[in-house]
């Protein structure tokens, strides 16, 4: 189990209105811990979309330091930025579309996914043209509907796979699924994925291609479903300290803890009187006599514009609920008539749930979304400052 922390601390950049701290040693730790719950099976952390918006190659270096073996991002320039950072572990990547540079995939020594016989054509040929054999993985839809082989789909990879393999052309390193339900391990489809998962497999190795890793599992599925580990596990949004299940367990019940905290300064304080209409469309009015403050981020920064009255926020010991409508730029806090501080003071956006700070899951319980989208979803306009680790 990972150990509790001190609260996430930097000093932010000189002039900043917003920044983003993130805790390396945390990510490290949760990576320690995932790989415990995942006892004989590797860990391939997913640092796709920047990392979910944490960093792509610290995050990517912090999980490699908490025991990771893999990492796993969805787009090729996302394995070439890995690569550039000097990223040297076993490196997956998995969507891409015709015409693109699979042999720089190849060149930097990164695993590409196969979902079907245009793209296995891609790779061989790339392969081909280079005299070395490509490492791939392929996937097989068992029933998510999206990227994957599905149906005879599966069958049909399968007989294109026998000859290009033969030839050395490509080698199967893997074979992958993903689950549609995973966050409800006990619904009727995650079994029957698995089922299916384990049909393809076996389809597979009849044909004579024995894969050297078998994943199926996800951030939830390897929380809560250890007969869905296989060979490797995937988690994503837990290497990064959140729930994936948070109708089952807050980060701390799984022994993680948020990485990132987002964090402004209040740009304005001044008194209102009470029936002050705030922000466009006047949606708050000011109940009473009272201060009002202006936070220098808005949805350009990634804050909902539809979190207007609804997303929760903390200005010293206060815990506060925006006041109006979401801007571009800014928004405003009602901070009620006793308030003593002004400009400058710190207003923490979400944070860590276990120092009483907003969380990202309390975002996404407010505004009816998913803790996944608000952190990737804080824009690069605001700077990431990295603490612990090797930062």
Not at 277 to 297: F, N, Q
Request: aromatic share 6%; with cysteine; glycine share 12%.
């Amino acid at each position: 189990m990972t150990t509790p922390a001190a609260p996430v601390s930097a000093t932010p950049p000189e002039g900043a209105s917003g920044w983003v701290t993130v805790d390396l040693d945390a990510i490290s730790d949760n990576v320690r811990e995932l790989a415990r719950r995942a006892a004989n099976a590797e860990v391939m952390a997913v640092v796709k979309a920047d990392a979910y918006g944490h960093g792509l190659v610290p995050s990517a270096r912090a999980a490699v330091a908490g025991g990771a073996t893999w990492l796993g991002v969805a787009q090729l320039n996302e394995a070439l930025q890995l690569r550039a950072g000097g990223v040297t572990t076993r490196l997956l990547t998995w969507l891409y579309v015709p015409g693109a540079d699979v042999g720089a995939a190849i060149d930097a020594d990164i695993d590409v996914s196969v979902s079907a016989p245009w793209a296995l054509d891609a790779v061989v040929a790339a392969a081909r043209q280079r005299g070395r054999t490509a490492r791939i993985h392929v996937k097989v839809d068992t029933g998510l509907g999206r990227n994957g082989a599905l149906g005879e789909g599966w069958t049909e990879l399968i007989a294109t796979l026998g000859p290009v393999v033969a030839e050395h052309a490509v080698e199967v390193i893997g074979v992958w699924s993903h689950f549609a339900l995973a966050d409800a391990p006990r619904h009727p489809t995650v079994l029957a994925q698995r089922e299916r998962f384990v049909e393809a497999v076996a389809e597979l190795e009849r044909a004579g291609i024995r894969p050297q890793v078998r994943h199926l599992a996800n951030s939830a599925a390897t929380l809560t479903n250890p007969d869905v580990h296989f060979d490797l596990v995937r988690p994503g949004l837990a290497v990064y300290g959140l729930s994936p299940v948070p109708n089952l367990g807050a980060p701390q019940d799984f022994g993680l803890r948020e990485a990132m905290r987002v964090t402004a300064r209040l740009a304005l304080v001044k008194a209102a009187p009470a029936g002050q209409g705030v922000s466009y469309g006047h949606i708050y009015t000011t109940p009473r006599d009272t201060v009002l403050g202006l936070v220098p981020l808005g949805y350009a920064d990634g804050i909902p514009r539809h979190a207007g009255n609804l997303g929760p926020v903390r200005v010293g010991d206060q815990r506060l609920t925006i006041a109006g409508r979401v801007c571009m730029d800014q928004f405003v806090l009602d901070l009620g008539p006793d308030f003593a501080g002004g400009a400058g003071d710190e207003v923490v956006i979400f944070g860590r749930g276990t120092d009483g700070e907003p969380t990202a899951q309390d975002w996404a319980s407010a505004i009816d979304t998913i803790n996944y989208e608000i952190v990737t979803r804080i824009s690069g306009r605001l700077p990431r400052v990295h603490v612990g680790g090797d930062a």
